[in-house]
């Protein structure tokens, strides 16, 4: 038999634990530098944003374990709409998330971090990853395929986060 007392002292810490663990999926890119997140999609099949350990390939599947579905936010960061801006980088390959704009649907890859380039600057604010560019990273609700887009899409273009 459990005393109220024994109850109560197991209570206070899970319903700490609780609340750490609703916190860390709401941090901002600015808040967690120097931890590695994952990145799943907002739709039902619930896959990860992976980056390839021997290519520029950036896909969604599986979430599995390995650095594949691992991220982190670099240390550059600048302003932009009211948002933190920073690189996020593969644990898998070291490249950065990239996409170039200039029309209504663009590639999404990894390649090295640098340049100014606005395609590499990312905000997780909220339930989208957004870029520089005015675009979302989005993905195929039923391939692997990752790209941007410049109209927001609920459906295909939610992303949720947490720290590992």
């Not at 967690?32 to 896959?47: E, I, Q, R, T």
């Not at 990894?110 to 989005?138: E, I, M, V």
Request: hydrophobic fraction near 35%.
């Amino acid at each position: 038999m459990t005393s109220r007392k024994a109850s109560k002292r197991l209570a206070l810490p899970m319903g700490i634990a609780a609340f750490m663990l609703s916190v860390a999926g709401a941090l901002t890119p600015a808040s967690a530098a120097g931890a590695d997140w994952v990145f799943f999609s907002g739709a039902d099949n619930l896959k990860c944003l992976h980056g390839s350990t021997a290519s520029n390939r950036v896909w969604v599947d599986d979430c599995g374990s390995g650095a594949g579905p691992l991220w982190h936010w670099g240390t550059e960061s600048n302003q932009w709409d009211g948002h933190t801006m920073k690189r996020l980088v593969s644990n898998a390959n070291g490249g950065c998330l990239t996409t170039d704009s200039g029309a209504a649907s663009n590639d999404v890859y990894a390649a090295p971090c640098g340049n100014g380039r606005s395609g590499q600057f990312w905000t997780a604010d909220g339930k989208y990853l957004q870029n520089q560019n005015h675009s979302y990273l989005s993905f195929s609700g039923t391939g692997t395929a990752v790209y941007t887009v410049t109209t927001l899409d609920d459906a295909t273009c939610k992303w949720f986060d947490y720290v590992v």
